[in-house]
């Protein structure tokens, strides 16, 4: 007979929230930081919003004129 073994539940469930910033211009390094910083703010302000989340990780990652910050979250 073999014993099935489940992994004991995650304390709270991960959630996660985003926030995307677009800009329409010329493609430039300067442009890609406007629109990342431009992220990074919702995100912060996000954090101050919710003090009772756990945040557990931040990334960001780019798409065809967008920035995307995830806050992952407990």
């Known amino acids: ?3 099935s073994v489940t992994p004991p539940p995650l304390p709270r ?6 926030f995307e910033a ?7 390094a300067q442009f ?3 629109r990342l910083e431009d992220a990074r703010k919702q995100a912060l302000a996000w954090i101050g ?12 990652c780019f ?3 967008l920035a995307i910050v995830t806050v992952w979250y407990r």
């Open 63 to 65: 798409g065809h004129m």
């Open 49 to 60: 919003d919710n003090p009772d989340a756990e945040v557990v990780s931040i990334d960001s």
């Open 13 to 18: 469930q991960l959630k996660y929230a985003h």
């Open 1 to 3: 007979m073999t014993r």
């Open 22 to 28: 677009q800009k329409v211009g010329l493609h430039t």
């Open 32 to 34: 890609d930081r406007d």
